[in-house]
């Protein structure tokens, strides 16, 4: 009796691959940060950690050019992030006066809205949690993070700071 009790109790203890798994809620979109205190952060960051290799190794052999839209808009996915076309967008320049030009430039960001408080910025990096960290210390807001080519923020980084005084809209 005594055995098959401990055999009744071994099987009712959880086993690794029968752990409840968080899943958030459909209408929410996963952060750096739920992916870093989520049980399953590891598998996570590991998945992200080998995309990355693979975009390194298409960046690096060249069938994929580093600021190709295909890169930005997989990596978005993959991130779970929004994945914006900045060319020709209309930005207000309140909103634009809101990032110090010199963090757009060195960091390759652009502020595009303001969304509930929040800053909504276009970044080439959202890995670059020193820089986000920076920018919500700066402004005293939180950042609602999207993604695009380097390139293409670089060119509307430069169009926008360097247009006239007056509202882009």
């Known amino acids: 009796i005594k055995v098959m009790d401990m055999l009744r109790a071994s099987s009712e203890r959880p086993r690794l691959g029968n752990q409840p798994t968080i899943r958030p809620r459909p209408d929410q ?3 750096l940060a739920s992916v870093v205190n989520n049980p399953e952060g590891a598998r996570m960051r590991a998945t992200l950690a080998f995309f990355g290799q693979m975009a390194a190794h298409f960046r ?3 069938a994929i050019a580093p600021s190709s839209p ?3 808009k997989a990596m978005a996915k993959a ?3 929004e994945y914006i076309k900045v060319d020709g967008l209309e930005i207000p320049r309140t909103v634009i006066s809101l990032v110090p030009e010199s963090i757009a430039r060195d960091h390759a960001i652009l502020p595009i809205a303001e969304v509930d408080g929040m800053l909504k910025v276009v970044m080439a990096d959202p890995d670059d949690l020193e820089v986000i960290d920076k920018l919500q210390f700066v402004l005293n807001r939180k950042l609602k993070i999207a993604l695009a080519p380097r390139d293409a923020i670089v060119s509307a980084v430069k169009k926008h700071y360097e247009a006239p005084d007056e509202t882009m809209e």
């Open 79 to 81: 991130q779970g992030l």
């Open 29 to 31: 979109r996963p952060t």
């Open 60 to 62: 690096e052999t060249g």
């Open 70 to 72: 295909i890169l930005a």
